[in-house]
């Protein structure tokens, strides 16, 4: 197992995450338990890019409904539990795909668990064709969030789809 990220300095974004994405294999790899290689993968990521929140929700039977439940995170506090269909994250869930949103303000529904993010983007982690999970990340900047990272945080999802 790995306990460093090491990323050279003067790469772009899409080289950033060609560097990342391998050492969170190696960070995980050879633990069995998922909160912890979680909990390592958001720091991963949080530290690398230095992005206002990174963290993951869990999809969890609650009654009789299901709903996001908030995992492993670094950053502000946190909602702790989402409703299916919404805010950005449960809209992610519903329609079981990754949502990119420019300006956290525009996004009908949005919940403001920190008044700091002005950006966002959520990742569905699917096992088995259902989504299981959402990775979420949020920016102080508006626009922060284009295709590269669609394409490189979908990959993150299928790594961590291979460890719950």
């Not at 969170?24 to 958001?42: C, M, P, Q």
């Not at 506090?77 to 525009?106: M, Q, S």
Request: contains cysteine.
């Amino acid at each position: 197992m790995s306990e460093n990220i090491n990323i050279p300095s003067g790469l772009d974004k899409k080289e950033v995450y060609r560097s990342l994405i391998p050492q969170i294999k190696a960070l995980v790899e050879g633990e069995k338990d998922t909160i912890a290689n979680l909990a390592n993968i958001i720091a991963a990521i949080k530290e690398t890019i230095g992005f206002l929140w990174v963290g993951y929700y869990f999809m969890k039977v609650a009654g009789d409904r299901n709903e996001l439940v908030l995992g492993p995170f670094q950053g502000p506090v946190a909602c702790t539990r989402i409703g299916f269909g919404k805010g950005v994250c449960g809209t992610a869930w519903k329609e079981a795909k990754t949502i990119v949103v420019p300006d956290v303000d525009l996004f009908p529904g949005h919940i403001a668990c920190s008044s700091l993010s002005r950006s966002e983007i959520v990742v569905p982690v699917f096992i088995n064709g259902k989504v299981v999970g959402v990775l979420d990340i949020d920016s102080k900047e508006l626009n922060q969030f284009n295709a590269e990272d669609a394409e490189a945080l979908e990959e993150i999802a299928r790594l961590i789809s291979t460890i719950l």
